[in-house]
């Protein structure tokens, strides 16, 4: 990697960024009582220099409070407060914010040089000053090579690195990124995924990035914010959010859980704390017909269907390698299933 270049160093010295905060934050698309509304008066903190994931299925309110974060969005009601200012009805220009869009939205015409000096353009910054600290740029995301290169003269990935660059020449305090790995293949979004978290500690910057996917959310975040119907379902780290899902919503959303009904509430377990014996041999539990064996990779995936269980009569068990070569389980079988008390986590209502 080149030594740090003075755009670099202008953005190591925002590593003390200011957190930003939500405060009953609303945005409802109409008047009266019957408009309909996208936020539901969220509270949120975001640590300064903190990777945080906003998740959640389509329609969550997760892009929309990504939009009113950026100014893009009229906020309804509540307040944006970034480091102690309140940025609600600033423009977008002058919040600190800058926004890296889901399809990039470069300029087709433009080089990738004149596609990251765009904005210092049009602040009226000369045109030696502007394409120095947009080479910069480019050097920083490897793509200095490749300046004079339009848009379409570039891969996806190479595209997803000018967008970057374009957005970090403003030196914003927080980078916004909605959906940014959702049009990349499957193997170019697992290396841009572990890219964006690189740059993130190395700039010391707040990230904030809309996805609806549990996996990108949980390999990226410091801190994940699980939405549901404009509300904030859960917020913490991505090993507490697992481990401890707050929500049947969250859960059942996140994934590696069943949900059981005990004691008029619900409760959840890991699948892979759900173990199976054989009918025949095994004493207790509950018995189930195996439906489905998935191998996907490092683990396989059986599912069960049965009277005796509990909530839908479904269930899914996560089995290690080891434990399924022991003993491979078949669609058809029968099977007992367990979990220990312990493992039981209880549900909010």
Not at 31 to 36: K, R
Not at 77 to 104: C, K
Not at 119 to 132: E, N, Y
Not at 283 to 298: C, F, K, M, P, S
Request: net charge neutral.
């Amino acid at each position: 990697m080149s030594s740090p270049s003075l755009h670099d160093q202008r953005l190591a010295t925002m590593a003390s960024q200011p957190d930003l905060e939500l405060v009953q934050l609303v945005k409802r698309y109409g008047e009266g009582p019957d408009a309909p509304v996208a936020v539901q008066g969220i509270d949120l903190h975001i640590a300064a220099g903190h990777y945080c994931c906003l998740l959640g299925p389509s329609g969550c309110g997760k892009t929309t409070t990504l939009r009113m974060i950026a100014g893009h969005e009229g906020a309804s009601a509540g307040d944006i407060i970034l480091g102690g200012r309140n940025i609600t009805n600033l423009p977008a220009s002058a919040r600190g914010t800058a926004m890296m869009f889901q399809s990039y939205a470069l300029f087709p015409h433009l080089s990738a040089l004149d596609n990251v000096a765009f904005s210092l353009k049009m602040r009226g910054v000369d045109k030696a000053t502007r394409q120095q600290r947009a080479m910069d740029l480019l050097e920083r995301v490897s793509l200095q090579h490749l300046a004079a290169r339009k848009p379409a003269e570039m891969s996806g990935g190479q595209q997803q690195r000018v967008a970057l660059a374009r957005a970090l020449i403003t030196e914003p305090r927080v980078l916004l990124l909605d959906e940014p790995l959702s049009a990349l293949d499957p193997f170019l979004r697992i290396r841009m995924r572990a890219e964006l978290k690189a740059w993130q500690k190395s700039l010391g910057m707040t990230f904030i990035h809309v996805t609806h996917s549990q996996e990108e959310a949980m390999a990226l975040a410091d801190q994940i914010v699980v939405m549901n119907a404009g509300r904030i379902e859960q917020d913490g780290s991505p090993r507490d959010v697992f481990n401890a899902p707050r929500t049947e919503f969250v859960a059942r959303f996140i994934g590696g859980h069943n949900v059981l009904p005990l004691d008029q509430a619900k409760v959840a377990v890991r699948t892979d704390k759900t173990r199976l014996l054989d009918e025949a041999g095994g004493a207790g539990g509950l018995g189930a017909t195996v439906t489905g064996v998935e191998y996907q990779g490092t683990y396989v995936l059986v599912t069960l269907k049965g009277d005796a269980l509990p909530g839908e009569g479904e269930l899914n068990v996560v089995l290690g390698e080891a434990d399924y070569a022991a003993r491979a389980w078949q669609p058809g079988e029968r099977a007992r299933v367990h979990w220990a008390e312990a493992d039981l986590h209880r549900l909010a209502a």
